[in-house]
């Protein structure tokens, strides 16, 4: 599936969102609402840990490789994709886990997962995502997409030195990295049980039950709601890479890898 241009509803919906979700005591209430659990998660009084960034910046490896390297469920709030969570944490002191991937790699995977956003309002949101925590940057750490799928007990190691926590590193080994994939590819599925694992609600053990009766189901899953990588995603986002070179783009794109590059410098 390659992006279509977006309807005007559409198209306002997400820009107005854009616009809120930068505010806590806006957005958050309204996002209990929407997200009663088991996922997305909102940070509240029981949250421990808080994952999250801009949409498709491994997030979800991020929360499955975490808690798959614990002894014990982590409460944990992810998957809102919205600087309203960061910030709350932030402000609250609460251990933070920045994600953020490279406008290029970020953009051209939501356009596949989400044809309906014009890739000009997924620049513009891009810049306002990570440009309005910048001045919090420093009360969180910050893992990049490269590391945090090629390395991520190093992110885990930065975190716990931060934080003073005491989380499990993640072994980056081919069978852990194995399992994580696994788990991203049935979350399409959208199990009560593998929700309630990322949030914490639901032990390790209730989760591997439930992978069994996944099992015999997931040749059935399709390749959209597969949240890895697969042919027929890489060959839309190979379609969009012509119109990320449109030329009155510059700007736009400009603006995103200055934030971009802002953010992981500091």
């Known amino acids: 599936m390659v992006a279509t241009a977006p309807t005007p509803y559409r198209r306002a919906r997400h ?17 209990r609402r929407k997200y009663p659990g088991p996922s997305p998660e909102v940070i509240g009084p029981d949250t421990e840990l808080v994952i999250d960034g801009y949409t498709r910046s491994a997030t979800t490896f991020a929360v499955y490789a975490l808690q ?8 944990m709030a992810h998957h809102l994709h919205a600087p309203a969570q960061l910030i709350a944490a932030a402000r609250a002191g609460v251990p933070t886990l920045a994600l953020i991937r490279e406008p290029r790699g970020a953009i051209l995977s939501q356009l596949v997962r989400e044809p309906d956003v014009a890739m000009r309002d997924a620049l513009v949101a891009y810049t ?10 420093d009360r969180f750490v910050v893992g990049g997409f ?11 190691r930065r975190l716990n030195a931060r934080f003073g926590t005491s989380f499990a590193e993640f072994a980056h080994t081919d069978e852990a990295v194995r399992e994580c994939f696994e788990l991203v590819r049935y979350r399409g599925t959208l199990s009560g049980t593998l929700l309630g694992f990322e949030s914490g ?3 390790v053990a209730e989760l591997h039950r439930e992978r ?4 015999r189901t997931a040749g059935a899953l399709d390749t959209r709601e597969a949240w ?7 060959r839309a986002k190979d379609e969009l890479k012509a119109r990320w070179q449109r030329p009155r783009l510059a700007r736009l794109k400009a603006r995103a890898e ?9």
């Open 15 to 31: 820009l107005v969102r854009t616009q809120v979700s930068k505010y806590p005591a806006l957005y958050l209430p309204f996002a």
């Open 68 to 75: 798959l390297a614990q002894d014990r469920p982590v409460r």
């Open 128 to 137: 306002r995502f990570y440009g309005c925590l910048l001045r919090y940057r």
């Open 146 to 156: 490269d590391e945090v799928t090629g390395d991520f007990g190093a992110v885990v």
């Open 201 to 203: 609600t639901v032990t």
């Open 212 to 215: 069994a009766s996944q099992a």
């Open 228 to 234: 890895v990588p697969s042919l027929d995603r890489q």
């Open 258 to 266: 200055h934030v971009y590059q802002q953010f992981m410098a500091r």
